[in-house]
């Protein structure tokens, strides 16, 4: 059973770049989350899509966009990249359909990106 | 005690020991409440949810406490082991707002003495 999975792993960027970043869900779910984690803090929530629509967004800037696949896997674009975007970027999936808000999310091991 | 930009709680706990870990939850309105454990390098892992229905509940050496009162989680983890050291975070969600969103705490730090 495939978990989450995300790619690239490390990624390096110079302000003013754009960056994709990819995730697979985990077999079975069909919604996925993206989060935020600078260094020695807690993911943040960038936004959730489910069934190819942006559901719920956090506060992030309109920089940060989103865009759910057929098969369930999601892109992150971030434009206009700023040093300060330097995190880990990491992807969660969880199977929405239910309806229910509080299904397990599951996460992949995230992106790492550096901004220089 | 509370972490300051990159200063995580630490706990430090013998192995074979029972650890603790606390959180501090800030929505009242929080319905869904997860633990996650995260090891160096790697995305966050599921441990253990806990709704708000709930007082306690119990998993493998884990047991998640929930205090709606005065808004306090806890991890209670059995039997502790070095493969336990991690950060620990915990996640609030307001499902019945209609919110889908984690919202993380700052994270705790364990670190398990052989």
């Known amino acids: 059973d495939a978990g989450v999975t995300q790619s690239p792993t490390h990624l390096i960027k110079t302000r003013g770049q754009q960056v994709t970043l990819r995730c697979s869900p985990k077999?079975?779910?069909?919604?996925v989350s993206w989060y935020q984690q600078a260094l020695g803090q807690g993911p943040q929530f960038i936004f959730q899509y489910y069934e190819e629509e942006e559901r719920q967004r956090g506060n992030f800037p309109d920089r940060f966009s989103g865009h759910q696949f057929p098969n369930y896997s999601s892109e992150l674009n971030v434009n206009a990249l700023l040093l300060g975007d330097s995190a880990l970027y990491l992807c969660?999936?969880?199977?929405?359909?239910?309806?229910?808000?509080?299904?397990?999310?599951?996460f992949g091991p995230g992106t790492r990106l550096l901004v220089l | 005690g509370e972490s300051v930009g990159l200063h995580l709680p630490t706990l430090s706990v013998q192995e074979g020991d029972n650890s603790i870990i606390n959180c501090a939850y800030s929505?009242?309105?929080?319905?869904?409440f997860i633990w996650y454990k995260q090891e160096s390098g790697k995305g966050p892992q599921f441990i253990i949810d806990?709704?708000?229905?709930?007082d306690k509940r119990q998993g493998q050496r884990v047991t998640v406490l929930l205090n709606k009162t005065v808004k306090h989680l806890s991890l209670q983890i059995a039997a502790t082991q070095p493969g336990d050291s991690a950060v620990y975070f915990c996640a609030e969600n307001m499902n019945g707002a209609g919110s889908y969103q984690l919202t993380f705490g700052k994270g705790t730090k364990l670190s398990v003495i052989p």
């Open positions: 929505n009242s309105a929080s319905d869904y």
């Open positions: 077999s079975g779910h069909d919604t």
């Open positions: 969660a999936s969880s199977l929405g359909r239910s309806g229910r808000g509080w299904e397990t999310q599951y």
């Open positions: 806990i709704r708000s229905n709930m």
